[in-house]
Nanobody, 119 residues
Framework: QVQLVESGGGLVQTGGSLTLSCAAS????????MGWFRQAPGKERELVASILWSGGLTYYADSVKGRFVISGDKAKNTVSLQMNSLEPEDTAVYYCAVRRPSYRQYDYWGQGTQVTVSS
């Protein structure tokens, strides 16, 4: 059993910043990549940002590129998401996820943390 825990969500005004953090509280595993997803009401879950440990390659959704920065520690299986210049459209539940080596999809998930951006 693996449990991921997100923290750092909250309420912020437009233009503000928040930093989300994710860590494993239970289980032993290795990860090939870790990422942040979000889901807003009435919208599909989408990948916001991810990091591939092998080369440190990062990916950002077009909607957050230039505003969000993902970072982490592979050995500790932790990942953070620095969110800047937040907009109301960023309001969603944000989830941390892990993709293990030899797996093509993310299969470990956290419970999510709410981010609300007010105008």
């Amino acid at each position: 059993q693996v449990q991921l825990v997100e923290s750092g969500g909250g309420l912020v005004q437009t233009g503000g910043s928040l930093t989300l953090s994710c860590a494993a509280s239970e289980g032993t595993f290795s990860s090939a990549s870790m990422g942040w997803f979000r889901q807003a009401p009435g919208k599909e879950r989408e990948l916001v940002a991810s990091i591939l440990w092998s080369g440190g390659l990062t990916y950002y959704a077009d909607s957050v590129k230039g505003r969000f920065v993902i970072s982490g520690d592979k050995a500790k299986n932790t990942v953070s998401l620095q969110m800047n210049s937040l907009e109301p459209e960023d309001t969603a539940v944000y989830y941390c996820a892990v993709r293990r080596p030899s797996y093509r999809q993310y299969d470990y998930w956290g419970q999510g943390t709410q981010v609300t951006v007010s105008s």
